[in-house]
């Protein structure tokens, strides 16, 4: 239909609304994605393209620098968005992407049902009675008020989305997601140990704001980041104190600590050296857990004493 693209009641309780910064994203898809049936042919940094029903150009650096959003965030958005079919990539080019807009409202497909259901009841109508007859129905009688009877459907359950806590549900959710998400939080309490020398246990209490963020969309990534950038910004300062779990991945901080960035909290003094001794001791420390790609576990070397006692190679010339 040309004019608009219809939206339903049912992303109300959608994990898209449970975060601001999506869900202004995934309006200005709604509202960039091209309405009319008609294609459009623009040209964009020298490239002709076209534009037909539902699809909107997506940039990852533009889209970030206008809605105010990492583009860390934003890639992992998109991915989501992928996964579960709201958009389609449609062609891919060196500065920019076309999508497809392909979310489709809950009333749109039960109406399509319906219709497919009513379009097979007419043909059953229009069948002779003999075929009904031979079928087991009297062709007299109650048949004209066995074709006039409408199509009965079984009852449907209300579907939620899973993971996400739906206040038209009393409060309820699924706890596989929860399940899903427990290893990971397990790991990120185990690694921020790590970087703070403290001894936090794995508990439905010290990984509960850890699961509700991972359920909102953010990855295991972008928590090892909020780590890294806050333990760099504040060991060896009054707020040091604050390195803990629900600090750091509470909702309304969390975004705001993803969008930092790791090389400019590590500030250099005109010296060309570190602010402070806890700066060079977090950035040295930070480079050699990288080397250590990231493993937990008893794989994994615990060099946290060594870099703060500045034992470690790094620190000697």
Excluded at 39 to 47: A, F, H, L, M
Excluded at 66 to 72: L, N, T
Excluded at 231 to 251: H, M, N, S, V
Aim: aromatic share 10%; hydrophobic share 25%; net charge neutral.
């Amino acid at each position: 239909m040309s004019g608009f693209i219809p939206i339903g009641r049912e992303l109300q309780n959608h994990w898209l609304r449970r975060d601001k910064d999506y869900w202004n994203v995934f309006c200005e898809m709604y509202f960039l994605a091209r309405y009319s049936d008609k294609p459009e042919t623009r040209v964009i940094d020298g490239q002709e393209v076209t534009i037909n029903q539902r699809e909107f150009i997506f940039g990852r650096s533009s889209w970030s620098t206008r809605m105010d959003i990492s583009e860390r965030r934003l890639r992992t958005l998109i991915k989501k968005l992928v996964d579960e079919g709201f958009i389609k990539q449609v062609s891919k080019y060196s500065k920019f992407t076309i999508y497809s807009f392909e979310y489709v409202p809950e009333m749109n497909q039960k109406s399509d049902q319906h219709n497919d259901q009513h379009s097979d009841q007419q043909k059953s109508e229009k069948r002779p009675a003999e075929t009904l007859t031979g079928q087991g129905f009297e062709a007299h009688g109650d048949q004209q008020d066995f074709e006039e009877r409408p199509a009965q459907r079984p009852a449907e359950r209300p579907q939620k989305e899973e993971g996400i806590k739906e206040e038209g549900y009393k409060g309820e959710c699924f706890n596989n997601m929860a399940i899903n998400h427990e290893t990971t939080a397990k790991e990120l309490i185990e690694y921020l140990n790590l970087k703070t020398g403290k001894r936090y246990r794995a508990t439905k209490g010290t990984m509960k704001n850890i699961i509700a963020r991972l359920n909102e969309g953010y990855t295991k990534e972008d928590c090892i980041h909020v780590i890294d950038v806050k333990c760099a910004e504040w060991i060896g300062t009054p707020r040091e104190k604050y390195l803990d779990y629900d600090t750091l991945f509470r909702q309304i901080k969390f975004p705001k600590y993803l969008a930092q960035q790791l090389d400019v909290v590590l500030r250099q003094d005109p010296g060309g050296g570190y602010s402070s001794k806890s700066q060079r001791t977090n950035s040295i420390l930070d480079q050699e857990m990288r080397k250590e790609g990231g493993r937990f576990g008893a794989e994994r070397r615990d060099i946290t004493h060594e870099a703060h006692n500045e034992r470690l190679p790094e620190f000697r010339g």
